[in-house]
């Protein structure tokens, strides 16, 4: 599986950002997809996750209510919508794909897009 994002960028505090990414290869075997984070000096964390089958969602604390997740199966394509950004929202966004791996999963990362927000 492969995965290219696109849509980061510089953004003042209270705008809003679309990041995408774009699947291809062996999609057939995703579990689910989601969208990790990493500002400097701070380990990566999770944002939000979507099943691929259902499309049951979950959010991070620090992001519901103002971040929303959201694939096209036609286009193999995800999509997140972040809305009121904070300056604390900066950081590398990565794409992430959990794929059927034998008896377990297997994470597949893209490459990172850089969002920031400016105060």
């Known amino acids: 599986v492969q995965l290219v994002e696109s849509g980061g960028g510089l953004v003042q505090a209270g705008g809003s950002l679309r990041l995408s990414c774009a699947a291809s290869g062996n999609t057939f075997s995703i579990l689910s997809m989601g969208w990790y984070r990493q500002a400097p000096g701070k380990q990566r964390e999770l944002v939000t996750t979507i099943t691929s089958k259902g499309g049951s969602t979950n959010y991070a604390d620090s992001v519901k209510g103002r971040f929303t997740i959201s694939r096209d199966n036609a286009k193999n394509t995800m999509y997140l919508h972040m809305n009121s950004l904070k300056p604390e929202d900066t950081a590398v966004y990565y794409c992430?794909?959990?794929?059927?791996w034998g008896l377990g999963s297997y994470d597949y990362w893209g490459q990172g897009t850089q969002v920031t927000v400016s105060s």
């Open positions: 992430n794909a959990r794929v059927l």
